[in-house]
């Protein structure tokens, strides 16, 4: 047919090893042209991806741990990805969240100024929203609006910019703030408070209470230890 569905397209699947095993590869084809054009010939690269995966599943399963809502932002405030807290807190599912504005979560007018916020920001390098936690009002998918905490902040991936957008469900308008030293200063906080964002660490470990992952450099500040030797969180 001459249709290219799979050519010059790379997709992941299950390869099978001599002994029967399997693991996770990822498989690209592309045509080769020989010079008198009568014989087709194409080349498959592989690549096994099964650590990578493996890794992906961590990340996945830790974002999906959090009792917090979490959202993945790109820089046209766009939501590229969200957990299940997000799903369960905010009444939408995943599929209505994906490619639709972050502000579609803010209530009142925050909602208007949300893309200004990251437009001013990625022009500027300065936001008063960037990098702090604001106390405002979050809406439901039925409309009902309640108290959040909302932070985000910017992730670097190469060239590319995106943002990941922490929101905190506030009850009786109390909030935990943390000081630059990592202290814990109870506050009552009341919409459109800021306060700046601690980062806080996230570390994951094997049934023997081994240090498997850390999802940021923040664990080895917390606990002044070497991410080096994993071994020291617990010594």
């Not at 997000?86 to 803010?106: C, D, K």
């Amino acid at each position: 047919t001459g249709v290219k569905r799979v050519m010059g397209k790379s997709r992941r699947l299950f390869a099978r090893r001599s002994d029967g095993t399997e693991f996770l590869i990822e498989l690209s084809l592309t045509e080769i042209e020989t010079e008198d054009g009568d014989q087709r010939l194409f080349c498959g690269f592989v690549r096994d991806v099964s650590q990578e995966a493996k890794k992906e599943a961590i990340t996945t399963g830790l974002i999906d741990a959090s009792i917090d809502p979490i959202f993945q932002i790109d820089r046209k405030g766009i939501i590229m990805d969200v957990n299940k807290a997000a799903q369960e807190h905010f009444q939408y599912s995943r599929e209505e969240f994906i490619g639709s504005n972050i502000s579609m979560i803010v209530g009142n007018e925050h909602s208007a100024n949300h893309d200004a916020y990251l437009k001013r920001y990625l022009e500027t390098g300065r936001s008063g929203v960037i990098g702090k936690r604001r106390v405002l009002q979050g809406r439901r998918k039925d409309g009902t609006e309640f108290d959040i905490e909302l932070a985000v902040v910017e992730v670097k991936t190469g060239n590319e910019i995106y943002f990941c957008g922490y929101a905190r469900i506030l009850q009786y308008g109390s909030s935990v703030a943390y000081s630059s030293t990592g202290s814990v200063d109870q506050q009552s906080l009341r919409p459109d408070d800021d306060v700046n964002v601690n980062e806080k660490s996230s570390t994951i470990v094997d049934s023997e209470g081994v240090v498997d992952q850390d999802d940021s450099g923040s664990g080895e500040e917390m606990y002044d230890s070497d991410e080096s030797d994993p071994d020291e969180y617990f010594r």
